[in-house]
């Protein structure tokens, strides 16, 4: 006889599809879960935005004995400017004037969602 080994070491296809179902699966849990995590930090950070503003228009109010602000009379990088930046972190829109004791609305926040802070 031949003292020839002809052993093979590999995997076979079946292992290899194996493999790529599991990751697959793994994957398919995964994407939800971190889109849910994503969004709901998003609309926190939507919220922040929001407090300021309304924290803004409060000591607006007090200071000018107003009930009605713009809000770009609030946010800029003058000293007298009382929020010196709002940062979009999901292509939201604020309201455009602050009127006293009313809610403070961000809208399309990543083009669907709401979210309103009452002071």
């Known amino acids: 006889m031949n003292g020839i080994n002809n052993s093979r070491k590999g995997f076979t296809l079946v292992e290899i599809m194996i493999v790529v179902v599991i990751i697959g699966l793994l994957a398919a849990m995964a994407i939800p879960a971190f889109?849910?995590?994503?969004?709901s930090s998003q609309d926190k950070a939507v919220l922040n935005n929001l407090r300021q503003l309304g924290s803004a228009a409060d000591q607006y109010f007090l200071e000018n004995g107003?009930?009605?602000?713009a809000s770009a009379s609030l946010v800029g990088t003058n000293s007298s400017n009382y929020v010196k930046a709002i940062q979009t972190v999901a292509t939201e829109t604020y309201v455009v004037t602050l009127d006293q004791g009313a809610a403070v609305t961000?809208?399309?926040v990543?083009?669907?969602r709401t979210i309103t802070y009452n002071n």
């Open 66 to 69: 107003v009930s009605r602000v």
């Open 106 to 108: 961000a809208f399309s």
């Open 110 to 112: 990543n083009g669907t």
């Open 35 to 39: 889109q849910k995590v994503r969004a």
